[in-house]
Nanobody
């Protein structure tokens, strides 16, 4: 079992920045590829970014590329999502997810084994 706890969400204005954190416990964190997903009301959960278990590769959707940065600190068992130039359409609940030996090709929710409870990000215009 891997337990994931997200933090760092909040209410910000368009153009602001936020850094989300996801703290992991329970298993060897460095063995797990990590992903960030988000879900807005009445919409399906969608992929945002992923980082390989080694931390060597990252992947973003086009709308996030250049604005968001995913990173991990295996010594702290934590993955981060730095979000800059936030837009109202970024408003959603953000979830982190883990997959053993996952890579950046894992971009569907069904491919991840463990999930956090989510953290709300609201961007006002």
């Amino acid at each position: 079992q891997v337990q994931l706890v997200e933090s760092g969400g909040g209410l910000v204005q368009a153009g602001d920045s936020l850094r989300l954190s996801c703290a992991a416990s329970g298993r060897t964190f460095s063995n797990y590829g990590m992903g960030w997903f988000r879900q807005a009301p009445e919409r399906e959960r969608e992929f945002v970014a992923a980082i390989s278990w080694s931390g060597g590769t990252t992947y973003y959707t086009e709308s996030e590329k250049g604005r968001f940065t995913i990173s991990r600190d295996n010594a702290k068992n934590t993955v981060y999502l730095q979000m800059n130039s936030l837009k109202p359409e970024d408003t959603a609940v953000y979830y982190c997810a883990a997959r053993k030996y996952g890579g950046t090709w894992n971009r569907r929710p069904v491919e991840y084994e463990y999930w956090g409870q989510g953290t709300q990000v609201t961007v006002s215009s």
